[in-house]
């Protein structure tokens, strides 16, 4: 395992020479284990831009890709996201503010971690979703520069409407874009759902009973004998669990009440899934 952490470092440090801003606080904001990943045209691209951002909110805007996350840790995609950022002591300033997007190839995984004050109260739980919806559409098609200057973009307005004093959080805006507040229904679908709603249950009784007459069939897989919602997990020794604590950062001018950010103990907050 340490062998293997030691390869990512050595690796990644090479790398650190490719257009990196002299001035910048930290070495390099975008890292990978591949250098097929990235031209040097589109690296500088994706440093200058995030050494704009950085410097105007003394915040930082990372990206990591690996060919694959398990290679490094034994834990989850998360754990190696924290411990990349921590390895390269990311952030800004002596509290090392940040935000920090990692990808792992093999299986399509993603990590979106925070970290400081700032960071964790510009990222908040609910703003991590809006933002994961940013880049995500991008990196579906595999549209890696897309959904990059997408997720710079994203960050970059989410850490100055944080310094406006109106973070990106659960019903924090007028702003329909990142609002998740219910929005009152349109006349026009009210009444598409007053002339369609009658004769779409009627279809779906007739289906149900078109169902239970046919005749019955033997089952090969056990996912017919279990409920929908049971997910199943592979215990091991290599990674027993996170302790988290929950707070809620506030900011001045925030006037809407709950929200906020999950903190976990060693000072991360973050979100994972697919692309």
């Not at 990590?111 to 109260?121: E, H, P, Q, V």
Request: one cysteine or more.
């Amino acid at each position: 395992m340490k062998r293997k952490w030691i390869c990512l470092l050595l690796i990644l440090t090479a790398l650190l020479c490719l257009s990196v801003p002299a001035a910048a606080e930290v070495k390099g904001y975008v890292r990978f284990d591949n250098d097929d990943f990235f031209t040097e045209e589109e690296l500088s691209e994706l440093n200058n831009r995030a050494f704009e951002i950085g410097e105007r909110y003394e915040c930082g805007v990372y990206l990591v890709m690996l060919e694959d996350y398990t290679i490094y840790t034994d834990g989850d995609v998360r754990d190696c996201a924290e411990l990349v950022y921590t390895e390269f002591e990311m952030g800004w300033g002596e509290s090392h503010d940040g935000v920090l997007l990692l990808l792992s190839m093999a299986e399509r995984d993603y990590a979106l971690i925070a970290y400081g004050d700032k960071g964790n109260a510009t990222f908040t739980d609910y703003g991590k979703d809006v933002l994961s919806d940013e880049f995500l559409p991008y990196f579906r098609y595999d549209d890696w520069m897309g959904g990059f200057r997408a997720y710079q973009e994203a960050c970059e307005d989410f850490l100055r409407r944080a310094e406006a004093g109106e973070p990106v959080d659960d019903y924090g805006y007028s702003d329909d874009a990142y609002s998740s507040e219910p929005h009152e229904m349109s006349n026009g679908t009210k009444a598409g759902i007053t002339v369609a709603g009658p004769g779409l249950a009627a279809l779906g009784v007739c289906q149900g009973m078109k169902r239970k007459m046919k005749s019955a069939r033997r089952q090969t897989g056990a996912g017919r004998y279990v409920s929908q919602g049971l997910q199943l997990y592979v215990n091991q020794d290599l990674f027993t669990h996170r302790t988290e604590t929950r707070r809620v950062i506030q900011t001045e001018q925030r006037s809407h009440s709950g929200g906020g950010t999950t903190v976990s103990s060693s000072g991360f907050s973050g979100k994972t899934g697919k692309f």
